[in-house]
């Protein structure tokens, strides 16, 4: 992507100070990776500590090679266009350089999040680069590091060998088994096992992707009692425990009926329980339009349910508690687009549910059983844990199993 036709249109504000990085090749993947993070958020425990690059001697040899699996699963092929970009010119006299983006930019270059690994993670700058940087600091340090520790296993399986017969036997496929690239490290379990870097390949690497993960559609009404329920203390807690290998679907119509209507070219809803139903319904469907990942209208729609009161009151105030611009949502619920979308979830939910069918109504990868709804309702995190068939099940799944 070129960047210099972006500082034509838009002000880029650098926000880069010199980094004076140790001479190693751990200390250099970790100055990698700590410039990954100051352009991306990734909400993981141990980033602090592998991205201390001046400390990079305090690691032990499990810490050293996590490093490497994380280096090779935020590598430049997966943030390039997107987060960092090629530009000797933007990076002037440095090898690189950090800039802030307007929203507006930001929303023209489509990088407010990126998904790596199946995760999605927000952008909070972008990285310009020399090609020279990425040699430096990820290429050569990952192709040395690679050979180290490939070197070191063959070590310890010659003193292994060396020590005893049997040890000999249990390790004598091992070197075969273990890949001289570390790119392919964590291609399966058996590889990774080989490698010795199981751990780091399920921290780092197997993370559930779109096809793994399970597909949870709720069919609900803003205001009737048994969804909210649903929500709030079924659905909410799921997304809770088990976020990473769910896509939640919401889908706010229910058994509303719609009417159109060609002198306005628009579509009048008519809702069970009454004009106040249509109206939260409509704001609901504004808040997933306008705000599109889960994480960013799940808390809304769980404040709504969990407050009775006068709807655009709590739509207010739940907007301010979750980040939500109500203007916007209000312009969007008087708006033809606004009805448009409500009447996409009434063809939907004609198509999906059984008319006059009870809510909530929900599917599970696209089905709908007594079974499916009777644990939905009684255990909804189990029924996700027990579907979901992807790697790396989240903690609550293993305690489950």
């Known amino acids: 992507m070129a960047l210099h036709l972006f500082r034509d249109q838009f002000s880029l504000r650098p ?51 996590a490093v490497l699996v994380f280096a090779l699963a935020l590598s430049p092929n997966e943030l390039d266009g997107q987060v960092f970009f090629h530009s000797d010119e933007l990076c002037g006299d440095n090898s690189n350089k950090f800039y802030e983006l307007s929203q507006v930019r930001h929303q023209l270059l489509a990088v407010q999040s990126i998904v790596i ?25 990952v192709k040395r590091l690679t050979y180290y520790f490939n070197q070191q296993r063959e070590r310890q399986i010659a003193a292994a060998r060396a020590k005893s017969a049997r040890v000999t036997y249990a390790y004598q496929s091992s070197p075969s088994n273990c890949p001289t690239s570390s790119a392919d490290w964590c291609k399966t379990k058996e590889i990774a096992a080989a490698c010795e870097v199981t751990k780091q390949c399920a921290s780092f690497v197997w993370k559930a992707t779109d096809n793994d993960r399970v597909n949870f559609t709720i069919y609900y009404e803003a205001l009737c009692a048994d ?11 799921a997304y809770q425990a088990v976020a990473d290998i769910v896509n939640l679907t919401f889908i706010p119509y229910g058994n509303a009926h719609e009417v159109y209507r060609p002198e306005t070219k628009l579509y009048q809803f008519y809702c069970q329980h009454g004009p106040d139903e249509c109206y939260a319904n409509l704001i609901h469907t504004c808040v997933i339009a306008l705000y599109p990942e889960t994480q960013q209208h799940i808390p809304f729609i769980y404040c709504m349910d969990s407050i009775v009161d006068d709807v655009e009151k709590v739509a207010r105030q739940c907007a301010k508690n979750t980040s939500i611009d109500f203007e916007k949502v209000a312009t969007c619920t008087n708006s033809r687009m606004g009805n448009q979308l409500q009447h996409t979830y009434a063809v939907e939910t004609e198509r999906t549910k059984p008319t006059e069918g009870f809510v909530p109504w929900v599917t599970l990868n696209g089905n709908h059983t007594k079974e499916i709804q009777d644990l939905a309702e009684t255990d909804l995190i189990s029924l996700i844990c027990d579907t979901y068939k992807g790697p790396n099940p989240p903690a609550r799944c293993k305690k489950i199993l």
């Open 15 to 65: 926000t880069s100070t010199r980094a004076t990085v140790p001479d190693n090749d751990l200390a250099r993947l970790m100055y990698y990776l700590n410039c990954v993070f100051n352009a991306i958020e990734y909400k993981d425990q141990d980033v602090r500590r592998y991205r201390d690059y001046h400390n990079w001697s305090l690691l032990s040899d499990t810490e050293q090679r």
């Open 227 to 237: 969804c909210r329920q649903f929500i709030i203390t079924k659905v909410w807690f």
């Open 117 to 141: 690994s199946g995760q999605t993670h927000n952008v909070k700058k972008i990285m310009t680069y020399k090609m020279s940087w990425i040699q430096n600091n990820y290429i050569e340090p």
